[in-house]
């Protein structure tokens, strides 16, 4: 069993696709089902059913995967820390970021990260607040950036940045507990401070629409299809072309963190990019700790 052919295999469970997987990992589809087959064959194992055209995982391939994952993730921590001993010259760093940060803070950080250090090469995957917590736990990230409180002793949280969630309509709204809501989905940051605001006041939002992205949330509200919070720094532009307005409702400002493994050894590379990260200006609608 080879650290490739565990790679291919996570690859392809993940999307139970072995052409996806394929194009993914910048291989042949022959290759990746060459490896996929030497590995049943080797253990003499069925990880996948082959169902019509198609792929699925078997009993035995759905335990595998998290041993699989847990395998690539400490070989990923061994080369970090080889890598580390080398300085800042050559490595890799895995960012995992929920939406608001990824899309609208943790690029600049990045760009401006890999200016200094080109020899770093940086991933970054986009999940929500829970899911970026989940994937520092298991290892499969090294860092991660998330808009809300998450806790596991398998990783802390420091605070990076601070940030203002504000209520939006495409037109006035005379009671907003009677307003339709249109909201990211469950595990997201976003969602679960605005839920905690609407607690306090004692209002159970009617919910219209869930939706999976803070720009398709926007989108649906300046459709008019209800009211909903998001980020400032989302916003702003809808609100200055008069696309959206402001209803007053109050949400306390809320933090970026920064999500670091406790039990795991960090690298230099993903010690210096926390503290490039506590460096580097936020945008104007949000502010430094």
Not at 136 to 163: I, K, N, Q, R, Y
Not at 173 to 185: F, P, Q, S, Y
Not at 242 to 260: C, N, Q, T
């Amino acid at each position: 069993m080879t650290l490739e052919q565990l790679r291919i295999f996570i690859a392809v469970a993940e999307r139970q696709h072995v052409t996806d997987a394929a194009r993914t990992l910048n291989l042949t589809q022959s290759a990746t089902s060459a490896a996929i087959a030497a590995l049943e064959e080797r253990h003499d194992v069925r990880l996948f059913d082959r169902v019509g055209r198609g792929i699925a995982l078997t009993d035995l391939g759905r335990a595998f995967l998290p041993e699989a994952r847990a395998v690539l993730a400490r070989a990923e921590e061994a080369t970090g820390f080889l890598a580390a001993s080398m300085g800042l010259h050559h490595g890799r760093l895995r960012l995992v970021a929920s939406q608001t940060v990824a899309n609208y803070w943790i690029p600049k950080v990045m760009q401006s990260f890999h200016a200094r250090h080109p020899g770093i090469d940086l991933t970054l995957r986009i999940l929500n607040t829970h899911d970026a917590g989940h994937a520092v736990a298991e290892g499969e990230a090294d860092l991660g950036f998330v808009e809300d409180v998450v806790t596991s002793s398998a990783f802390t949280l420091s605070p990076v940045a601070t940030d203002q969630l504000v209520v939006v309509a495409a037109q006035p709204v005379n009671d907003i507990g009677k307003a339709i809501w249109v909201l990211r989905e469950r595990g997201s940051g976003t969602r679960a401070i605005l839920e905690q605001a609407l607690k306090v006041k004692e209002i159970m939002p009617i919910v219209g629409m869930e939706l999976p992205s803070n720009e398709a949330v926007r989108a649906a509200v300046e459709a008019g299809a209800g009211v909903s919070a998001l980020s400032r720094v989302v916003v702003a532009a809808s609100l200055a072309a008069g696309r959206l307005m402001e209803i007053s409702f109050p949400i306390p400002p809320r933090h970026f963190y920064a999500v670091r493994p406790t039990e795991r050894h960090v690298s230099r590379a993903a010690e210096t990019f926390l503290k490039h990260a506590l460096e580097e200006p936020v945008p104007v609608s949000c502010s430094r700790i």
